[in-house]
Structure formats: C-alpha cells, structure tokens
C-alpha cells in the first residue's frame, strides 16, 4: 500500500529563539537525545524492512533536526530505498548542506524556513544556492509577521523563479484584505494559510493512507488528534485504517489539512505534497 508518514520523535530542542516558537532555544539532556536516537533508528529500521508498502516520509520535529547527525545519515538512508517514494524534513537550513551529496536527491527534498532575526539574511540566502548546486528540491517559507513583509520580499528577488516562497499566517493575527493582498504577492497560495478550514465531518486521508508516529511508535491520525489507532511496530494500527472523517472543528496548519479531501491541495501540490512545493515547480 501507499502510506505516508508524518514521524515527530521526543526532540525537542532547537538553536534559535523565535519569539513566536514555544521550543525557542530549548535545550535537551543528554538522555533525551539519547532516546531520541534511539527511537529515530528504530523507525529508519521499521522503514528499511517495510519492503511491501510504498512509504513517504515527512519529520516534523518540535526543534530543529539537522544539526543532529542521526537525522541527516537517516534521511541520506531513506532516500536511497527503492520502496521510498519520498523523504522530507522541516528544517531552518542552519545546519551545513555537504552531507546531501550522498543523499539520492530524486527522493530527498526539504521544506525550509527564514527566519529574520535568527540567521544573516546572505547566510541563509548561500544555503539555498548550496542546495541549487546540490540539485536538492526545497521550498522556502517565511512566518507573515508585519515586519517580516520586507524580508520576503528580498527573499521572493533573490530565490530562482523555481524555489516556491510561501507564506504561513502568524497564529493569532487577523489580516486586512490588504494585508492579505501583499503576501499574497509572494505566495499566491497564501489565501490557504489565512483562515482556518472547516474540517468537522468531512472526509481526510489522515487514519487512511497518512498517519502521524511518535517516538514509541505509536500511531495516530495526524499530529492534532490524539487518538491511537495502534502501534507501528507490532502492526496494530493496520487495522484501523480505513476512510474516516474529520472528529475536529477546524484545522488551520498546513501539515494538517492538505490533507483533507475538500480542499484540492492533493492536485495544487502534486508530486510535493511532503516538501510544499506545487505542481510545476
């Protein structure tokens, strides 16, 4: 079967201090890390053996997993499986790109975020033109905070045509039209972003062919709803796929209601649904 994985393991510590981030410059301990290696190897392994599914992989950290050696060699080991379509990571590019050489880049791909304030603009700017020459497939994204318009808008020039810039609402801020209007400039996608979506009772491909894992290996619909439909590694869960509706009133982040059938973001970002990088790009 086709399944995508949403994977988020116990790490939860990362090198920035974003204001708007709970996690800013939270730190680990070393057991911590420890265990989330560990439980990061046991799904590379789960992954590695699962030879009769064809498997997409999207690691949506709390913190920032590329400055931690385990996430890169098991993106690089991913990649290079023949029954994994696609592997993928949320990532704020502050970790150095040489280890994508090894990687099979027709597979891997990378969804950054800018962050303003956190990192010199040309340094992350180099990055990307490192991962350019690299051939690796990324999108780019900005928080659309009122001071961050000028930002994206450098951002937006100095990218390739072919690198999609998106936008994410900033939680809890109401837009003008206006507004919405000069970020919409840079992501004409935008509108999906600014609103909540109605979800309550219609139908969501998460609990069929997507699923979220923690790092015990317990596996639940989507990150939002806490419900388990079972357990990864002893199989459990296979019985609990099946079409279902959506128990929530509203889902309002983009690894969320992609997913959803009534919206047509499976089309809009065909062949990059993982990586947020629509069709064409």
């Known amino acids: 079967m086709d399944l995508t994985l949403l994977y988020r393991g116990p790490l939860a510590s990362c090198d920035y201090d974003c204001p708007y981030c709970p996690f800013a410059k939270r730190r680990d301990s070393r057991e911590q890390l420890r ?14 053996d699962s030879t009769g599914d064809r498997l997409s992989v999207l690691f949506t950290p709390w913190g920032e997993a590329l400055t931690r050696s385990w996430y890169r060699r098991t993106l690089v080991r991913l990649s290079r499986l023949p029954h994994v379509r ?23 791909a990378l969804w950054c975020t800018y962050h303003p304030g956190q990192v ?16 690796v497939r990324y999108s780019v994204g ?17 990218l390739p045509e072919g690198v999609y810039l998106w936008v994410n609402a900033a939680e809890g801020h ?6 919405a209007a000069r970020w919409t400039e840079l992501d004409p996608l935008f509108g999906y972003s600014r609103h909540p979506h109605r979800s309550g009772g219609l139908p969501c491909r998460t609990g069929e062919s997507v699923v979220s894992v923690d790092g015990d290996g317990q596996v639940r619909r989507c990150h939002f709803v806490p419900q388990v439909l079972g357990n990864l590694y002893d199989g459990s869960y ?25 919206l047509p973001l499976y089309d809009v970002f065909a062949g990059g649904v993982l990586e947020r990088v629509p069709a064409g790009f």
């Open 120 to 135: 010199p603009y040309e340094r992350f700017l180099g990055r990307c033109r490192e991962l350019d020459g690299l051939g």
């Open 174 to 179: 109401v837009y003008t039209d206006a507004e």
């Open 35 to 48: 265990a989330d290696r560990e439980a990061l190897e046991r799904f590379a392994g789960w992954a590695e």
């Open 238 to 262: 296979r019985a609990a796929l099946r079409p279902r509706a959506c128990p929530l009133a509203v889902c309002d982040c983009h690894i969320g209601y992609v997913h959803l059938e009534s």
């Open 86 to 108: 696609r592997v993928a990571v949320q990532t704020n590019l502050s970790c150095r790109t040489g280890w994508l050489a090894e990687a099979d880049t027709a597979t891997l």
């Open 142 to 158: 900005i928080v659309g905070l009122p001071e961050h318009l000028e930002q994206a808008r450098r951002l937006r020039a100095d």
